[in-house]
T-cell receptor, first 112, second 114 residues
Framework: QQQVKQSPQSLIVQKGGISIINCAYE??????FPWYQQFPGKGPALLIA?????SEKKEGRFTISFNKSAKQFSLHIMDSQPGDSATYFC???????????FGKGTKLTVNP | ETGVTQTPRHLVMGMTNKKSLKCEQH?????MYWYKQSAKKPLELMFV???????ENNSVPSRFSPECPNSSHLFLHLHTLQPEDSALYLC?????????????FGPGTRLTVL
C-alpha cells in the first residue's frame, strides 16, 4: 500500500515556466509534509515543508499548497530555471514519529 | 568534514561477500537512519536509531544488520545479499527530539550485488 502518491513521474518545463508536482495521502494522522530535492549523485535535501494548519507556504520561487479536506498537497516552482532540474520527492510524517513516508519522486527537467 | 558523510560511495560485491557501509554525521544530531533507494520506487526507511537505540526496523531482512556505536556513527553490515538488493543506500540524521525535524541526507553508497 503506497501511503503517499506522487505525480507526475516526470515533467519537462521551459525556462521561466511554472512546474507543478502533486501528492496525495490517505493517513489523516500525518501532520508534517516536506518536499525534498535530489540532484544526481547527491542525497535528498529539504526544500520546503508545511504543516496542515496552513493552506500555503511560500519560500522564494517555491510554494506548497495544502488541501486538508482533499488530502492533497502540491509543489509549485515559479519561474523555473535549468538549475531546478532535479528529482523532487514529497513526504509525510505522523506526529513526530521521525518516520518519513516518501512519494516515488518526480524528475523535473527545465529546458533553457 | 561537515554534514553527513558515507563511505564507500560505490561498492560491488558478490552474494557470498560480507561488507559494511559507514555513515558519519558532524551535525550533533541524535537520530540516524538508513534508507534504500531503488529506481521507480519510493525511498524505503530501513532502520531508525535514536540516542543509539534502534527504534525502527521496517521489516528488513536479516542479511542487513545495522550498528550504531554512538550518535555520530552508523553502520550497515551486509552479508549474503541478493541481486535485488542492488540500490542506493542513504544515511540521514536529525535532531531526534520527535519534533518533525529536518532529516539531513548523505550522498549515499551505490551498491551492486553480482
Amino acid at each position: 500500500q503506497q501511503q503517499v502518491k506522487q505525480s507526475p513521474q516526470s515533467l519537462i518545463v521551459q525556462k521561466g515556466g511554472i512546474s507543478i508536482i502533486n501528492c496525495a495521502y490517505e493517513n489523516t494522522a500525518f501532520d508534517y509534509f516536506p518536499w525534498y530535492q535530489q540532484f544526481p549523485g547527491k542525497g535528498p535535501a529539504l526544500l520546503i515543508a508545511i504543516r496542515p494548519d496552513v493552506s500555503e507556504k511560500k519560500e522564494g520561487r517555491f510554494t506548497i499548497s495544502f488541501n486538508k479536506s482533499a488530502k492533497q498537497f502540491s509543489l509549485h516552482i515559479m519561474d523555473s530555471q535549468p538549475g531546478d532540474s532535479a528529482t523532487y520527492f514529497c513526504a509525510a510524517e505522523q506526529g513526530g514519529s521521525e518516520k518519513l513516508v516518501f512519494g516515488k519522486g518526480t524528475k523535473l527537467t527545465v529546458n533553457p | 568534514e561537515t554534514g553527513v558523510t558515507q563511505t564507500p560511495r560505490h561498492l560491488v560485491m558478490g552474494m557470498t561477500n560480507k561488507k559494511s557501509l559507514k555513515c558519519e554525521q558532524h551535525l550533533g544530531h541524535n537520530a540516524m537512519y538508513w534508507y534504500k533507494q531503488s529506481a521507480k520506487k519510493p525511498l524505503e526507511l530501513m532502520f531508525v536509531y535514536n540516542f543509539k537505540e534502534q527504534t525502527e526496523n521496517n521489516s528488513v531482512p536479516s542479511r542487513f544488520s545495522p550498528e550504531c556505536p554512538n550518535s555520530s556513527h552508523l553502520f550497515l553490515h551486509l552479508h549474503t545479499l541478493q541481486p535485488e538488493d542492488s540500490a542506493l543506500y542513504l544515511c540521514a540524521s536529525s535532531l531526534g527530539s520527535g519534533q518533525n525535524n529536518e532529516q539531513f541526507f548523505g550522498p549515499g553508497t551505490r551498491l551492486t550485488v553480482l
